[in-house]
C-alpha cells in the first residue's frame, strides 16, 4: 500500500520515479540450522591458509601492486550497500586479495573475504566495469548467505528424514551439525548462481559501474570457454540463458546506476 501511494504521488506531481533496485526476497530459513558465526569463522580460516600459501609460492599480490589497489577499489565502492541484502554484512572484515594463477577465478568467502586470480583479470581483461560485475556476484553469493545454506541442506541429507522434523521444529538436534569440508569446493545451485547475478548487478550498479557490463563479461567468458575449459564455468555455467536473465533485470538497476553515476561525475 505505501508503494503504492508513493508511485501515485510521483504520477501526479510529475516527479522521477524512485529506484528501488531489485528484490529476491528473504535468504532461506534452512541456512539457520547452521550457526553464521561458525561459517565465517571457517571461512576465515580458510582465508588465511590460502593466503599462506600463496605467499609462500611468492603469488599474493602485494598491497601497492596496481591490480591489488584496483580491486581495493571497486570493493571499497560496493560494500556500503551490501547491508540492503545482508545487515550484519557491515561488520564483517572485509578482506580483497589478489592470487598469481593462471586460473580463471575470483570468489568471495562468507565474512567477505574475496580473492581474484590474476588469470581471470589478464585472459579476459576484463573493464573495471566487468571486474565490478564479477565481484558482485561473488559479494552476492555471500551476503545471500548461499554457502550456508548449501551446508545446512547437505548436514539435513545426512542426518536423514527422521530428524528432519525435530531440526525444523524445534532445533533440539542443532549440536549435531558438524562443520567440515572445504567452503571452497561448495557448488552452488543454478538458482544460486541465478539470484548472486541479480544482486550483484543491483550492488554494482549503486557503486557506479555499469550492469550493462554483465552481458559483456559473460560473452567473454563464453568465448573464452569455446578455447578451453574454463574453471570458472565448472562452478558458473554460462550460456545464452543466463546473458537473457541478466538482460531482464537491467531495467530495473539502469536507473541506480544512471543515478550513482551522476553523483559521481564531476561538475
Not at 503504492?4 to 501526479?12: E, G, K, N, P, Q
Not at 551490501?82 to 564483517?92: E, G, I, K, L, S
Not at 573475504?113 to 565481484?135: N, Q, S
Not at 557448488?187 to 539470484?195: L, V
Amino acid at each position: 500500500m505505501r508503494r503504492a501511494l508513493i508511485a501515485l504521488a510521483l504520477l501526479v506531481f510529475g516527479l522521477p520515479a524512485l529506484a528501488d533496485g531489485v528484490d529476491v526476497g528473504k535468504p532461506s530459513s534452512v541456512r539457520n540450522l547452521v550457526p553464521a558465526g561458525a561459517v565465517e569463522k571457517q571461512a576465515a580460516q580458510e582465508y588465511e591458509q590460502l593466503k599462506r600459501q600463496a605467499a609462500t609460492r611468492r603469488a599474493l599480490g602485494p598491497d601497492d601492486h596496481p591490480q591489488v589497489k584496483r580491486l581495493r577499489a571497486i570493493a571499497a565502492r560496493m560494500i556500503p550497500f551490501v547491508d540492503r541484502f545482508n545487515p550484519r554484512a557491515r561488520q564483517w572484515q572485509w578482506e580483497v586479495n589478489l592470487i598469481g594463477s593462471k586460473q580463471i577465478n575470483a570468489f568471495c568467502m562468507p565474512g567477505g573475504k574475496i580473492a581474484f586470480y590474476t588469470g581471470i583479470l589478464d585472459t579476459l581483461k576484463l573493464t573495471d566495469d566487468e571486474a565490478a560485475m564479477v565481484m558482485g556476484h561473488e559479494i552476492a553469493h555471500a551476503l545471500r548467505e548461499h554457502a550456508r545454506e548449501r551446508m545446512a541442506k547437505t548436514q539435513i541429507t545426512q542426518l536423514g528424514a527422521n530428524l528432519l522434523g525435530e531440526l525444523v521444529g524445534g532445533g533440539r538436534y542443532a549440536g549435531a551439525f558438524q562443520m567440515g569440508g572445504n567452503l571452497l569446493s561448495l557448488k552452488f545451485s543454478r538458482d544460486d548462481e541465478a539470484e548472486a547475478d541479480v544482486v550483484g548487478l543491483d550492488l554494482a550498479a549503486r557503486a557506479g559501474f555499469d550492469p550493462r557490463a554483465g552481458v559483456s563479461l559473460w560473452q567473454k567468458m563464453a568465448a573464452a570457454n569455446s578455447k578451453a575449459p574454463l574453471e570458472f564455468l565448472s562452478t558458473h555455467p554460462a550460456g545464452d540463458h543466463r546473458i537473457k536473465e541478466i538482460e531482464k533485470h537491467l531495467p530495473e538497476v539502469m536507473p541506480l546506476y544512471e543515478t550513482a553515476h551522476k553523483a559521481r561525475r564531476p561538475e
